[in-house]
């Protein structure tokens, strides 16, 4: 059996601001909206590539630990295709994120560009020509 991404998960103090701005910066669908027995508010975004976003808030008596939109260990970002660099990132800028590293080639007909989307989540956009 192939090995599939089945989702990804993200913790936000407000889940439902979080999944609001993705639905508005990427076009996810929300599937579905509910608080768990375990406390936290679970929302389950999906993207028109089929890939499940999951966003959530702390369960009851949980503390998280800091967000972090620069390059660090550990799972660091997530990516998005973009058909016109520019103007996505001036729209998603117009939506509340920040550019954290403009765009850059890294190879023939290839670049990408580092975002922090609300809540500290690190995006990466890719545009191929």
């Known amino acids: 059996m192939p090995y ?42 999906e993207t028109e590539g089929g890939l499940a976003i999951n966003i959530s808030g ?20 997530f990516g998005f295709d973009s ?12 939506l509340g994120a920040t550019i954290k590293e403009p765009p850059r080639e890294t190879g023939p007909g290839t670049r990408i560009a580092f975002i922090a989307a609300p809540g500290d989540v690190r995006i990466e956009l890719i545009e191929r020509k």
Do not use: C
């Not at 768990?36 to 389950?44: A, E, Q």
């Not at 702390?58 to 970002?77: K, N, Q, S």
């Open 58 to 77: 702390p369960r009851t008596g949980e503390t998280l630990g800091p967000a972090d939109a620069d390059a660090h260990l550990g799972l660091e970002h």
């Open 83 to 94: 058909d016109d660099m520019e103007a996505d990132l001036k729209r998603l800028e117009e």
């Open 4 to 45: 599939v991404v089945n989702h990804i998960h993200l913790k936000s103090d407000d889940p439902k601001s979080t999944a609001d701005w993705f639905v508005q910066a990427f076009n996810v669908k929300i599937k579905s909206d509910a608080v768990r027995d375990v406390g936290d508010r679970f929302i389950v975004t």
